[in-house]
C-alpha cells in the first residue's frame, strides 16, 4: 500500500514539475486573421458567389430565349422564300392603316424572296466566317499539324452531305409547312446519332438497367424514324414526301461524337483525329461550304442563277408589293389569285409605270416593301444564334451545364413551338394583331386559324407524335445532363466541330456537346505518334495498354521543391506557413476519401510531398568543422527547424509539436524527414557543396533526375505506358523560401494543367511584399507586368517566363528530349554562362518552348514573395535578370524557325511581337535619354542643346563609373543621379499638366499620355483587387530614368559579375558561442550531434539510392573544380563579353539618338501636321481693312511619331489581350465557387442529400481535423465571455473583461490533448461518441442524417475489423523507443510515418 501510495506521489510531483508555472502561464495566441496571401480572397470569395448566382440565371435565359428567337427567324425567314406557282403563299394584309374595304392579300414579290434567300445564305455563312477567322487566327498565332489528305477528304465529305440537307431543309421542306410543323421537325434532325446510339452504345450504360437503355435507344429510332413515314403519307407535295432525305442529310454531322469502338469506326476517327484540331481543313473547308449552300439555294429556290446576283441589290432596296382587294368570300379567292399571279409578269411588262392593274371583279394596289425588316431579321437571329453558342460554351467552361446549358437547351424546343403556334395563329385570326412587329405582306405561315381548327389540325397531321420526338432527341442528347469536362476546358475538348450551324443553334448545341474525349482513347501517347503501325493493331494494343492504366495513376501527385539559401526566419516562416496549410488541405480530402465518399476521391484530390533543397548546408570552416564527414550545419538550417512548430501554430492557433524529424545521411550530404500534422512527408535534402555542385539550378536538376528520373523510369514494376500516364498526371511545383500561397492557388494551376494537355508549365501572379519606396515601385511593376505583358503572351502565344517562384511543371514536359538533359550542361562560353546560370527559371521555360510544351500565366493564382527592398538590392537583382532575359529571348528569335515549327503556341507574328520588344528593350535608354530631353525643353523652356547637355554629362559620367569604378561606388552615383532624375521627372509631370491645359487634351503629347493613363487606369478597374496598385504609379513615372536608362546601363557593363547579387549574406555563427579573442578554435558539434536533432532517430536510404546518387552525381552534379587559370580563363570571356556587348549597346543607342535628334533639329521641315483639334486664327490688316481667317496645326515632331506609332502599337495589343484574359480569369474563378446558399425543401431527395454531402465532405473533414484553438471553446464547455444571471438562462449579459484568468487556470488544470496528429483528431472525433460540430456548415437534415448513417457504418466496420480503427481517447503521446529506420525501395518515403497515431489509443 506505501509503495502505491509513494508511486502516485511521484507521478503527481512529475505532473506538477512538467506544468508550466503560474507566473509564466500568460499566452500570446496568434491573431485570427488572414495572411497576405488569403487577405483578399475572404474580401472576393463573397462577391464571387453572389455572381455566380447572376451568372447561373442570366446564362439560362440568354441561352433559352437566343435559341428560341434564333429558330423561330429562321423558320419566319424560310416560310417567305415559297416559290412561284400554286404553292405561294399569299398573305393577308391588314387592310386597317391601308384605308381599303374588305380583304386585302400581298401577292409573292421576286425580289423580296431573293432577299430572304440572300438572308438565309448570310445566316448560314455567319458562323463559317467566324470558323473561318478562328482558323485563320490560330494558323497565325500557333502551330497546328497539316492534315492528312484522307483526312481532309473524310471531314469533307460528312461537312458537304451536313449542308446538302439542311439547304434541301430550308429551301423545300419549311417552305412548304406551316409553323408549327416546321418547328416540330427541328427535334427529327438527329436520327443518325440516335441509330449510332442504338448499334454501338457509347451512351453511358448503368450496369443494373441494361435492357432499360437498350429498349429506350429502340424507341427513340423508331419514333424518330416514324417521321419519314407519317407526314409523306399524308401529303401530294413532293417536298414533303421526299423529307426523310434532308433529314438524314443534316444528321450526317454530328455520326462522330456517338460513334464507338468497333473496329471500322475506330479506323475512321483514328485517321480524321491524327491532329488535335482541324483549323487548316476548315480554312478552305468554311469558304466551300458557304458556297455549296448558296449554290444549292438557288438551283432548290427556282429563279434563274443570274437573278440572285442582277437583282441582288435592287432587293435590298425598298420595291413595290402588290396587293389584290377583294370583298368576296376567301373561298373563291385563291383561284383567282391563281389566275391573277400567271398573268403578272405580262401585266407589269406592260406597264410598268402604274401602280395597280384593275380586272373585272378584283382591284390591284401596290405597297412599298420595308427593306429594313429583311435586315432587322437577318441581324437578330445572327446574334441569338451567336449568343446561344457563346454563352453555352461558356456554361460547359464554368461547370453550371446542366442548370444553364442542357436545361434551356431541353426547353427551347417546347418554348419555340408554343411561340410558333400562338404567333401564327394571332396573326391568321387578326391581321392587324401583329402590324408592329412585322411587315403585314410578310407570312407567319399557322396551323389553324381556331382552337377547334388547332385541334382537329393535330389529328389529321399526327402531330400527338411530336412528344416522343422530343424525348427521343432528349434521350439521344442525354450525355449533356453528365458533363465529364475539367474546368476550363478548351474548346476543342467541349465540342466536335469548332463552331456551331447557325440556323439548327439548339440541336446543334446538344449533339456537337462531346460525350466522351477520344484523344484518351484513340490517340497514342506522344512517343507513340512517331511510330508508323497498323491501324487497326495499333488499335488493339492501345486498348490492351489503356487496361494496364489504374485510375490511381490519374491522381495527380504534387511534389513541392522549394530552394533555399539564406532566407530569413520571417520569410521561412511565409514558406512553412504556406506547405503547412497545403498539408492540411491534402490531410481533409484524404480524410473525405477515405471515411465520407466511401474510397471516391473529389475533383481536386492530389497526392502531396513536399521537399527543400537547402544550398551550402553545413559549415564547412576547418576552425568550426572538426570532422568533415559529420559537418554542423549553419544556422540557417536550425533557423528552418526551430520555424516548423512556430508556422503550424500560426496556422492552428494551438501548440503543435511535431516529432523530431529522421535524419539520414546522404552521399550528397543529408536529410531531414518531417511528418507534418496532415501525415504528408517534408523532406529538407542538406547539401554539402564538397559532396555536390550548389546554387539554383544544380539544385533543380538535382531534384528533376531524382524524383522523375530515379523515382519514375527506375521503377520496373510499372510499364512504359502506365510510367507516361504517372508523368502525365505527376506536377513538380517550384518555389522559394519565401514564398506564400493558398492551397487554392496550387489547385487553380493544377486545373490549368487537366485542361490544356500541351501546357508544360503554369505560373501565377506574383505580389512583392516588403515595406519601403523600392517595394511600392515593384508593386506597380508587376502589376502592369502582369496585367498587360503576360496577359498579352499568354493571349496570342504563350508566356516565356514561369517564374521559379510558384510554378507549377508538368513532369512529362521535362522529361522531353532536350530539357532535362540539356538543361545539366556545364559551358565555359561566357554569352551561355550569362543565359543558362543568371537567369535558370527563363532558360528552363526557354527549353519547355523550343521542346514544344506550352507555358501559361494564371491570373487567379496569388503568390507573395519577399522583394529587395534597397536600392543597391534592387538593383543588383536586375543585374543578373536584365542580361539574362535578353539571352534567352534572343535564343528563341534566332531559332525561331525551329520553334515554331515545334510549339503550337508559338507563330511567326508572336515572335514578330517579341522582337519589337526586343529592339524597345535595347533602345530603350536611348528612348528615354530623348524623351527627357524633349521633356525639359518643353518644361523648363531651354535650348534643346542645353536640354542635351544637362542629360548627356550625368550619363556619360555614370558609364564611365561603370567602366573603371568598382560596384558600391556605381551603385551610389546611380542613387544620386536617380535621386536627381526623379525631381526633374515631378517638374515633368507638372509641367505636362500645364502644357494640358494650355494646348488641349487633344494634343500628341498630351493625348499619348492620357491614353496610357486611361489604358493603364482601366487595367486597374479590371483587376479590382489590385487596384490599390495604381496608387505606386507615382514612383514608377518618376523612376523611368533610373529604372529604364540607368538600370540597363549598370546591367549591361557589369554582366561578366555572374554573382547572384542577393542574399548574399555571411553565415552566421550560434548566438550562446562567443569567438575568443585569441580566434582559437571552437569545433561545433556535427549535424548528427546537433542538440537540435538529438532527439531524432537515424535512417538511412537503400543501397539502390544510394548507387542513384553516387551515378548522378559522378555525372552531372560533381562540385566544379576550376583551377586558378580556369577561373581566370572564365573572368577574361565574361569581361570580354561584357565590353562587346556594351560597345553594341552604346553604338546602337548613340546611332539612334543622333537619328532621331538631329532630326529634331530640324522639325519645322520635317513634322507631321496634327489632324486633332486645330486652331482658328483671324487676322485684321487695318491697312487693307482686309479680315483674314487662317487654321494652324499642331506639330507631330520625330520624338513624339516614335512613340505614337512603336509604343502605341505594342500599347494597342497589349490592351485587347488583356481583356480576353480577363474574361478567362473570371471563368476559371466561377469554375472554381461553389454556390451553396440554396438548399431544397421537402423536394430533397436520397440522391440531392448523397450529392450535398459529396460536395461538402472536404469542409466537413477540414472541421473534423482541425485542432481547437487556444483559449477557443468547444461546444460543450462554458463559455467565460458570457456571465449565467439567470438559473434559468433567459437572461445573459455579455460581460465586459475576458476571463482571462480563469481560462489560464483551467488551461494549466486540465489535460492537455495533443493535436500534432490531424488524421487522429479527424478519427477522434468521427470514431467518437459525442455528436459532431457542423456548425456554420449550411446542410440539409437529409444530408446531416446520411452523414450519421455513413458515420454509423464506418463505426461498426472499424469495430468488427482485426486491427481495425477503435474509438480513440484523448491524451498525450505514448513514449516512444529509439530506432533506426531503414528505407529498403524508392517508394518507401511515402511508407515510412515518422510518428504516426492514427490508430494508437491513449
Given amino acids: 500500500m506505501s509503495g502505491d501510495y509513494e508511486s502516485d506521489y511521484i507521478m503527481r510531483t512529475r505532473k506538477l514539475r512538467d506544468k508550466q508555472p503560474l507566473w509564466d502561464s500568460f499566452q500570446d495566441p496568434p491573431a485570427k486573421k488572414t495572411s497576405g496571401s488569403d487577405a483578399d480572397w475572404k474580401k472576393l470569395q463573397f462577391f464571387l458567389k453572389l455572381f455566380k448566382l447572376l451568372v447561373f440565371l442570366l446564362v439560362f435565359a440568354v441561352v433559352l430565349a437566343s435559341s428560341v428567337v434564333a429558330k423561330l427567324l429562321y423558320l419566319y425567314m424560310a416560310g417567305n422564300t415559297s416559290g412561284s406557282g400554286s404553292s ?54 500557333k502551330r497546328e499539324h497539316r492534315p492528312s489528305g484522307l483526312e481532309v477528304a473524310l471531314v469533307t465529305l460528312f461537312e458537304l452531305l451536313h449542308v446538302v440537307g439542311l439547304a434541301l431543309l430550308t429551301f423545300t421542306v419549311l417552305p412548304s409547312l406551316d409553323l408549327t410543323r416546321g418547328a416540330m421537325l427541328g427535334c427529327c434532325v438527329c436520327f443518325v446519332p440516335a441509330l449510332l446510339n442504338l448499334l454501338t452504345g457509347t451512351r453511358i450504360h448503368w450496369k443494373s438497367v441494361d435492357s432499360l437503355v437498350l429498349a429506350l435507344s429502340i424507341v427513340a429510332v423508331m419514333a424518330l424514324g416514324s417521321v419519314f413515314l407519317l407526314w409523306p403519307s399524308m401529303s401530294t407535295q413532293l417536298e414533303v414526301q421526299l423529307l426523310a432525305i434532308p433529314l438524314l442529310l443534316v444528321s450526317f454531322r454530328w455520326w462522330e461524337n456517338f460513334a464507338n469502338t468497333h473496329e471500322a469506326i475506330a479506323y475512321i476517327i483514328r485517321t480524321i483525329r491524327c491532329t488535335r484540331s482541324r483549323y487548316h481543313t476548315y480554312l478552305y473547308l468554311a469558304p466551300l461550304k458557304i458556297v455549296v449552300f448558296a449554290t444549292t439555294a438557288f438551283l432548290l429556290h427556282g429563279q434563274s442563277f443570274v437573278e440572285y446576283f442582277s437583282l441582288f441589290l435592287n432587293a435590298w432596296r425598298p420595291h413595290l408589293i402588290t396587293l389584290v382587294q377583294s370583298s368576296d368570300s376567301s373561298g373563291s379567292r385563291s383561284d383567282d389569285l391563281d389566275a391573277l399571279h400567271l398573268t403578272e409578269s405580262s401585266a407589269s411588262q406592260a406597264n410598268r409605270s402604274s401602280s395597280f392593274i384593275r380586272t373585272e371583279a378584283r382591284a390591284q394596289y401596290t405597297m412599298q416593301s420595308n427593306p429594313n425588316a429583311v435586315l432587322y431579321a437577318l441581324l437578330v437571329q445572327v446574334a441569338a444564334a451567336y449568343l446561344c453558342h457563346v454563352f453555352g460554351k461558356f456554361a460547359c467552361k464554368i461547370k453550371i451545364q446542366e442548370f444553364s446549358y442542357a436545361l434551356p437547351l431541353t426547353l427551347a424546343m417546347p418554348v419555340t413551338i408554343a411561340l410558333a403556334t400562338l404567333l401564327a395563329s394571332i396573326r391568321t385570326a387578326d391581321p392587324c394583331s401583329l402590324h408592329g412587329l412585322m411587315p403585314d405582306y410578310l407570312t407567319l405561315q399557322a396551323l389553324a386559324g381556331s382552337l377547334e381548327e388547332l385541334g382537329q389540325s393535330c389529328l389529321d397531321y399526327v402531330l400527338w407524335m411530336w412528344p416522343l420526338w422530343w424525348l427521343a432527341q432528349v434521350w439521344t442528347c442525354l450525355h449533356i445532363w453528365q458533363p465529364r469536362n475539367d474546368k476550363n476546358a478548351q474548346t476543342e475538348k467541349l465540342f466536335v466541330c469548332p463552331w456551331y450551324c447557325g440556323l439548327l443553334v439548339d440541336q446543334c448545341a446538344m ?13 497514342a501517347i506522344k512517343s507513340d505518334l512517331t511510330t508508323p503501325r497498323e491501324p487497326v493493331m495499333a488499335l488493339a494494343s492501345e486498348l490492351n495498354a489503356s487496361r494496364d492504366i489504374l485510375e490511381e495513376d490519374k491522381i495527380p501527385q504534387l511534389i513541392v521543391c522549394a530552394t533555399m539559401w539564406h532566407e530569413t526566419e520571417e520569410e521561412m ?9 497545403l498539408d492540411e488541405d491534402q490531410c481533409a480530402r484524404r480524410m473525405a476519401k477515405t471515411h465520407l465518399n466511401g474510397g471516391k476521391a473529389d475533383d481536386e484530390y492530389y497526392e502531396l510531398e513536399t521537399n527543400i533543397f537547402f544550398d551550402d548546408a553545413f559549415v564547412l570552416d576547418p576552425r568550426q568543422c572538426q570532422n568533415k564527414r559529420n559537418p554542423p550545419v549553419n544556422e540557417y538550417v536550425k533557423t528552418l527547424t526551430r520555424t516548423i512548430d512556430k508556422a503550424a501554430f500560426e496556422v492552428y492557433g494551438v501548440n503543435i509539436r511535431l516529432k ?90 493544377i486545373d490549368r494543367m487537366k485542361a490544356v494537355d500541351e501546357l508544360g508549365a503554369a505560373c501565377g501572379r506574383i505580389h512583392p511584399v516588403g515595406r519601403g519606396p523600392m517595394v511600392w515601385y515593384q508593386r506597380f511593376e508587376y502589376a502592369i507586368g502582369h496585367w498587360l505583358q503576360k496577359a498579352t503572351e499568354h493571349v496570342i502565344g504563350c508566356v516565356l517566363c514561369s517564374p521559379g517562384c510558384f510554378s507549377l511543371f508538368r513532369a512529362s514536359a521535362l522529361m522531353e528530349n532536350s530539357v532535362m538533359k540539356r538543361y545539366t550542361l556545364v559551358t565555359s562560353e561566357p554569352m551561355k554562362m550569362v543565359q543558362y546560370d543568371q537567369g535558370e527559371d527563363r532558360w528552363l521555360c526557354t527549353l519547355l518552348l523550343k521542346a514544344g510544351s506550352r507555358v501559361e500565366y494564371c491570373a487567379a493564382s496569388d503568390a507573395y514573395t519577399h522583394s529587395p527592398e534597397s536600392f543597391n538590392e534592387f538593383y543588383n537583382q536586375r543585374r543578373r535578370w536584365v542580361p539574362s532575359t535578353i539571352a534567352n529571348i534572343f535564343d528563341i528569335l534566332a531559332d525561331a524557325d525551329t520553334v515554331v515549327k515545334k510549339n503550337n503556341s508559338i507563330s511567326t507574328m508572336y515572335v514578330w511581337y517579341q522582337g519589337m520588344l526586343m529592339i524597345g528593350t535595347v533602345l530603350g535608354p536611348g528612348t528615354i535619354f530623348l524623351m527627357m530631353v524633349g521633356a525639359l525643353v518643353a518644361v523648363f523652356s531651354i535650348n534643346i542643346w542645353t536640354a542635351f547637355l544637362w542629360n548627356f554629362f550625368p550619363i556619360l559620367f555614370f558609364i564611365l563609373s561603370c567602366v573603371y569604378l568598382k560596384q558600391k561606388f556605381q551603385l551610389l552615383i546611380a542613387f544620386v543621379i536617380s535621386a536627381l532624375y526623379c525631381l526633374v521627372m515631378m517638374a515633368v509631370l507638372i509641367g505636362i499638366i500645364v502644357q494640358m491645359l494650355e494646348d488641349g487634351p487633344l494634343a500628341p503629347a498630351s493625348l499619348f499620355f492620357l491614353l496610357v493613363a486611361v489604358q493603364i487606369t482601366i487595367a486597374g478597374f479590371m483587376h479590382p483587387q489590385e487596384f490599390w496598385a495604381l496608387l505606386c504609379g507615382v514612383i514608377y513615372y518618376i523612376t523611368i530614368p533610373s529604372m529604364y536608362m540607368l538600370l540597363m546601363i549598370f546591367s549591361v557593363f557589369n554582366m561578366n559579375d555572374v554573382s547572384w547579387g542577393t542574399r548574399e549574406a555571411p553565415v552566421l555563427k550560434d548566438d550562446d558561442k562567443e569567438s575568443p579573442a585569441n580566434d582559437a578554435e571552437i569545433h561545433l558539434p556535427g549535424w548528427l550531434n546537433d542538440p537540435l536533432l538529438i532527439n531524432s532517430e537515424l535512417g538511412e536510404i537503400s543501397l539502390m539510392e544510394q548507387r542513384f546518387w553516387k551515378d548522378v552525381i559522378k555525372q552531372y552534379l560533381k562540385p566544379l573544380e576550376l583551377s586558378r587559370e580556369q577561373k581566370q580563363s572564365m573572368a577574361d570571356g565574361l569581361r570580354e563579353l561584357r565590353n562587346m556587348i556594351a560597345f553594341a549597346f552604346v553604338m546602337v543607342n548613340a546611332i539612334f539618338v543622333l537619328i532621331v535628334f538631329l532630326l529634331q533639329l ?22 487693307n481693312l482686309q479680315v483674314g481667317i487662317y487654321r494652324q496645326y499642331k506639330e507631330l515632331d520625330p520624338i513624339g511619331l516614335c512613340f505614337v506609332i512603336f509604343f502605341g502599337l505594342i500599347l494597342i495589343i497589349q490592351f485587347i489581350a488583356m481583356f480576353f484574359h480577363r474574361f478567362a480569369t473570371m471563368s476559371q474563378l466561377l469554375a472554381t465557387t461553389q454556390v451553396d446558399w440554396f438548399r431544397s425543401g421537402g423536394q430533397f ?52 473583461r475576458r476571463q482571462t484568468i480563469f481560462r489560464l487556470h483551467e488551461t494549466r488544470n486540465k489535460q492537455q490533448s495533443d493535436y500534432s496528429n490531424l488524421v487522429f483528431n479527424f478519427e477522434r472525433r468521427f470514431f467518437g461518441e459525442d455528436d459532431l460540430n457542423l456548425k456554420n456548415l449550411a446542410l440539409n437534415r437529409k444530408s446531416v442524417k446520411l452523414l450519421q448513417e455513413r458515420r454509423s457504418a464506418a463505426k461498426f466496420n472499424a469495430a468488427a475489423t482485426p486491427g481495425g480503427t477503435p474509438t480513440p481517447k484523448t491524451g498525450t503521446r505514448p513514449p516512444l523507443m529509439a530506432k533506426k529506420v531503414s528505407f529498403s525501395n524508392r517508394n518507401s518515403m511515402q511508407l515510412y510515418d515518422n510518428g504516426g497515431y492514427e490508430h494508437t489509443e491513449f
Fill in 573 to 581: 516562416m511565409e514558406f512553412l506557413k504556406s506547405i503547412v496549410r
Fill in 660 to 749: 523530431p524529424p529522421l535524419k539520414i545521411e546522404t552521399p550528397y550530404g543529408g536529410r531531414l524527414v518531417w511528418t507534418l500534422p496532415g501525415r504528408t512527408k517534408m523532406v529538407a535534402h542538406l547539401k554539402n557543396k564538397d559532396k555536390i555542385r550548389h546554387k539554383k539550378r544544380w539544385s533543380q536538376v538535382m531534384y528533376m533526375y531524382y524524383l522523375l528520373g530515379y523515382r519514375i523510369m527506375e521503377t520496373e514494376q510499372l510499364s512504359p505506358r502506365r510510367k507516361a500516364v504517372i508523368a502525365e498526371n505527376t506536377f513538380i511545383l517550384a518555389l522559394d523560401g519565401d514564398i506564400d500561397f493558398q492551397p487554392r492557388a496550387v489547385q487553380l494551376l
Fill in 88 to 141: 405561294a403563299t399569299k398573305v393577308q394584309v391588314c387592310s386597317k392603316y391601308l384605308l381599303l374595304p374588305g380583304e386585302v392579300v400581298a401577292v409573292p414579290n421576286k425580289l423580296e424572296q431573293i432577299a430572304w434567300v440572300w438572308a438565309l445564305i448570310f445566316a448560314f455563312a455567319a458562323p463559317e466566317v467566324l470558323t473561318f477567322l478562328r482558323a485563320l487566327r490560330i494558323c497565325m498565332f
Fill in 511 to 523: 449533339m456537337n456537346r462531346r460525350i466522351v474525349d477520344w484523344s484518351e482513347e484513340y490517340l
Fill in 1162 to 1183: 530640324k522639325k519645322e521641315f520635317l513634322h507631321l501636321k496634327w489632324p486633332i483639334d486645330p486652331t482658328d486664327f483671324v487676322s485684321f490688316d487695318r491697312d
Fill in 1245 to 1296: 431527395t436520397d440522391a440531392d442529400a448523397a450529392l450535398e454531402l459529396k460536395g461538402s465532405a472536404v469542409n466537413i473533414a477540414r472541421r473534423l481535423q482541425r485542432p481547437k484553438r487556444l483559449f477557443d471553446d468547444d461546444e460543450e464547455e462554458h463559455h467565460y465571455d458570457e456571465l449565467l444571471l439567470d438559473p434559468d438562462g433567459e437572461h445573459r449579459e455579455s460581460m465586459v
